[in-house]
Structure formats: structure tokens, C-alpha cells
């Protein structure tokens, strides 16, 4: 069983093109299905039926969100494709199987408010602080993906006139400028701050941890959640909430839904879209809590 998922998980990665993260994620999905089937007495991928997903889907119970559920399925779904289209089976059993309903989930956001506060945190006179608060900036000015940020090199940043070169999903390039208050403060942090985080050896990402290597997307989780908390935003803060943030804020002044599709990166312009819901919902907000008669 172990060979078909290795095998399975190469495929994403060479033919499919998908970032190692995604290919991670199916790797935990298989990896939680397959202790399921081990308690279960299967040993071998053609004895799983749909009633074994169903029951698989079924034990998670209220543990697992809709959405963690359905994120599941659709894993095995993929997964037995790539098994049936290799003669390894003749159907897929996850084919029949429902997913859950899933309610509307729209993206979290912060306010400016809380953006400022974020942003005021990093002690820039120190160059751990000067590199937090580029990245911060650089988070909210770019709309990038966490991993974008922490996969991001030297060779993708031009300060002048002002943009990154993002890889992102499936190695897909785009450029995004990043304004310029976030352009003098990574020119803050490459000229005052990074030469003294990088350490014996040379390092091409941009933003470095204390031991100069590059910085993981744990590490920036860690320093945004440790900002936060003194900034006191009491919403459980992530990085993709800047990224949220950024979206649904140019849309709110007016920016136009294909040009934020180019640059966030999104394939479809319909994931662009749940942003102008977003939008809708703050505005409703505003006028429930502001207007003499709600």
C-alpha cells in the first residue's frame, strides 16, 4: 500500500506540477486513511469499498470540520483516480461517496485598525524587527501566500520601480507590486538588517531566521501570532488573514476583480469573487451599526 502512495504522490509532483505543500497535505490525508483501514483489517487497496470511505467519512465525526471532511474526500477521490487510470483498480470506490454540505465560510479579515497595530509592533531598530515588519508590509501590500513569502528569493524583488516575482501555485510566476511604504521598508531590512541575521555562508531567501537560514512558514506564523498578541488583536490571527485583508480592502476602494485575480494568483476568477462577498458583509455591518434606523 505504502509503494502505490509514494508512487501516487510523485505523480503530483512531476506531472501535475503541485507545490510540495499541497503534496504534504495529501500525504497526511492518505497517511490518516490508512490507519482507518489498518483498524479496519484491510490490507490492500482493492478491498476498500464505498461503504469503507463512507465509514471512514463517518468516523470523524464533529472532531473535523465540513470543510476537513470534504477536503478528505476529496483526496481519496484523487487518489484512487490515479489508482483505477493505472490498472491498479477497476473503479474508484470514493466516486459514490457524498460530501458533506458546507455552509458558507468566508474568508476572516482584519481591520485597518488592527493592520496598523500589527504593523507598529517589530522593534525596527533591531534587525530581527526591521525584517519582521518588511515582511508584515509585504504581506498586506502583496497579498502573498505565507509560503511565497518564506520561499521568496532575493533574484524576485526589484525595489525600483517596486514589485515581486511570485511563484506560487503550481510554479505559476506573477508580478505584484508592493506600493512604496512596503518597498523603503524592505529596502530598510536588506540594507541594515539582513547582513547582520545572515551568518557564515550565503542564503538566497530574503527574509532569515536567527540562524541565517532561510525563514520556514512556522517561523512566520510564530511572529505574527507573538505580534498580535501584544498588538492585542483578540481574533485568532494567521498569515493568510493579511492576505485576505488585502484583497478584500483594494476591493472595498475600488479595485477591479480581474486585477486582483492576476494578482493574487488565483487560476479562476471565481475564487476571486468570494472577496466582493466579504466586501458586502463589512459594508452591511457598517450600516447596521452606524445608521439611525437599522
Given at each position: 500500500?505504502?509503494?502505490?502512495?509514494d508512487?501516487?504522490?510523485?505523480?503530483?509532483?512531476?506531472?501535475?506540477?503541485?507545490?510540495?505543500?499541497?503534496?504534504?497535505?495529501?500525504?497526511?490525508?492518505?497517511?490518516?486513511?490508512?490507519?482507518?483501514?489498518?483498524?479496519s483489517?484491510?490490507?490492500?487497496?482493492?478491498?476498500v469499498?464505498?461503504?469503507?470511505?463512507?465509514?471512514?467519512?463517518?468516523?470523524?465525526?464533529?472532531?473535523?470540520?465540513?470543510?476537513?471532511?470534504?477536503r478528505?474526500?476529496?483526496?481519496?477521490?484523487?487518489?484512487?483516480?490515479?489508482?483505477?487510470?493505472?490498472?491498479?483498480?477497476?473503479?474508484?470506490p470514493?466516486?459514490?461517496?457524498?460530501?458533506?454540505?458546507?455552509?458558507?465560510?468566508?474568508?476572516?479579515?482584519?481591520t485597518m485598525?488592527?493592520?496598523?497595530?500589527?504593523?507598529?509592533?517589530?522593534?525596527?531598530?533591531?534587525?530581527?524587527?526591521?525584517?519582521?515588519?518588511?515582511?508584515?508590509?509585504?504581506?498586506?501590500?502583496?497579498?502573498?501566500r505565507?509560503?511565497?513569502?518564506?520561499?521568496?528569493?532575493?533574484?524576485?524583488?526589484?525595489?525600483?520601480p517596486?514589485?515581486?516575482?511570485?511563484h506560487?501555485?503550481?510554479?505559476?510566476?506573477?508580478?505584484?507590486?508592493?506600493?512604496?511604504?512596503?518597498?523603503?521598508?524592505?529596502?530598510?531590512?536588506?540594507?541594515?538588517?539582513?547582513?547582520?541575521?545572515?551568518?557564515?555562508?550565503?542564503?538566497?531567501?530574503?527574509?532569515?531566521?536567527?540562524?541565517?537560514?532561510?525563514?520556514?512558514?512556522?517561523?512566520?506564523?510564530k511572529?505574527?501570532?507573538?505580534?498580535a498578541?501584544?498588538?492585542?488583536?483578540?481574533?485568532?490571527?494567521?498569515?493568510?488573514?493579511?492576505?485576505?485583508?488585502?484583497?478584500?480592502?483594494?476591493?472595498?476602494?475600488?479595485?477591479?476583480?480581474?486585477?486582483?485575480?492576476?494578482?493574487?494568483?488565483?487560476?479562476?476568477?471565481?475564487?476571486?469573487?468570494?472577496?466582493?462577498h466579504?466586501?458586502?458583509?463589512?459594508l452591511?455591518?457598517?450600516?447596521?451599526?452606524?445608521?439611525?434606523r437599522?
Amino acid at each position: 500500500m505504502e509503494n502505490e502512495v509514494d508512487l501516487f504522490l510523485n505523480n503530483l509532483a512531476v506531472e501535475r506540477g503541485l507545490s510540495a505543500n499541497t503534496i504534504a497535505a495529501y500525504s497526511v490525508d492518505l497517511a490518516h486513511f490508512r490507519a482507518y483501514l489498518t483498524e479496519s483489517s484491510v490490507s490492500n487497496w482493492r478491498e476498500v469499498s464505498q461503504n469503507s470511505i463512507s465509514g471512514y467519512i463517518q468516523s470523524m465525526g464533529t472532531s473535523f470540520s465540513p470543510r476537513s471532511r470534504a477536503r478528505r474526500l476529496a483526496a481519496l477521490r484523487t487518489f484512487f483516480s490515479y489508482l483505477q487510470k493505472a490498472g491498479r483498480m477497476e473503479g474508484n470506490p470514493a466516486s459514490l461517496v457524498h460530501f458533506p454540505k458546507l455552509g458558507p465560510q468566508l474568508p476572516k479579515t482584519l481591520t485597518m485598525a488592527q493592520i496598523e497595530g500589527l504593523l507598529a509592533q517589530p522593534d525596527v531598530s533591531k534587525p530581527p524587527g526591521r525584517r519582521d515588519r518588511a515582511m508584515f508590509e509585504l504581506l498586506y501590500a502583496c497579498g502573498l501566500r505565507v509560503s511565497e513569502l518564506s520561499e521568496l528569493r532575493l533574484s524576485q524583488v526589484v525595489l525600483e520601480p517596486g514589485y515581486v516575482t511570485v511563484h506560487g501555485k503550481g510554479e505559476k510566476e506573477r508580478l505584484v507590486p508592493m506600493g512604496e511604504v512596503a518597498a523603503e521598508c524592505l529596502r530598510d531590512y536588506l540594507q541594515n538588517g539582513r547582513s547582520l541575521l545572515l551568518k557564515k555562508g550565503h542564503a538566497r531567501e530574503v527574509f532569515l531566521n536567527a540562524r541565517g537560514e532561510g525563514l520556514s512558514r512556522q517561523g512566520v506564523w510564530k511572529i505574527i501570532k507573538s505580534c498580535a498578541l501584544k498588538a492585542g488583536i483578540a481574533v485568532n490571527i494567521t498569515p493568510h488573514m493579511l492576505r485576505h485583508s488585502f484583497a478584500t480592502h483594494l476591493l472595498e476602494n475600488g479595485a477591479d476583480l480581474r486585477s486582483l485575480q492576476v494578482m493574487l494568483g488565483h487560476s479562476d476568477i471565481s475564487t476571486t469573487q468570494i472577496y466582493t462577498h466579504v466586501a458586502r458583509e463589512r459594508l452591511k455591518e457598517i450600516h447596521t451599526r452606524y445608521h439611525p434606523r437599522p
